[in-house]
């Protein structure tokens, strides 16, 4: 389901027209941070973070929110098809970034999968071969990067016992304030 929820947010993004990149993101943001405030009422679970987890929730924010915004610029400027393949790279950016961050061991199919992963890319970037492509590609990349750190920092927060309605709703109103048009 949630695939099918992203890839219809994917198909209303590219169908609401000429609409800055910027305004589309803070709309949704907007959506998201008012389910999200209905989600922690509903959990009362209030919003109470450690100081010590702040910089991980800002890092998970900051991280998201270019991750959205680099995909939503990449929707509307590439085809549907390769900005959707490029925001997936992020469980492959997850596992690189889950490396440095959480220390994990990479096992070696991992490996495999991700030098695959690259350069599978390649064929959606088309290096060199037209500028007008190249450049929404790479932001588009970008936002698979944005979002593979996102995840990780979800996992580091949860490790440190801070609940997902909290995480979603810094997250919501993080990115509806950048956004704010």
């Keep these: 389901l949630a695939g099918f ?14 609409l800055p990149t910027m305004e589309k993101a803070f709309f949704r943001n907007a959506v998201a941070a008012v389910v999200s405030v209905i989600m922690l009422k509903k959990s009362n679970l209030g919003f109470r973070i450690k100081k010590g987890n702040l910089p991980d929730l800002l890092m998970r924010s900051i991280c998201g929110t270019t991750g959205l915004i680099c995909n939503f610029y990449a929707i509307d400027h590439l085809h549907i098809a390769d900005a959707n393949m490029l925001n997936k790279m992020s469980p492959f950016f997850a596992i690189i970034a889950s490396y440095f961050i959480l220390k994990e061991k990479v096992a ?9 992963a690259f350069i599978g890319t390649l064929f959606i970037l088309r290096p060199g071969f037209d500028s007008m492509v190249t450049f929404p590609a ?44």
Excluded: E, N, W
């Design 5 to 18: 929820f992203f890839s219809l947010m994917t198909f209303f993004v590219r169908i609401s027209g000429d």
């Design 108 to 116: 070696p199919y991992q490996t495999i999968c991700v030098i695959s």
């Design 138 to 181: 790479l932001i588009g990349l970008l936002g698979g990067v944005g979002a593979g750190i996102a995840y990780t920092m979800v996992r580091v927060l949860g490790g440190h016992g801070v609940k997902g309605p909290v995480i979603v709703f810094a997250f919501s109103l993080f990115s509806t304030i950048v956004t704010l048009p």
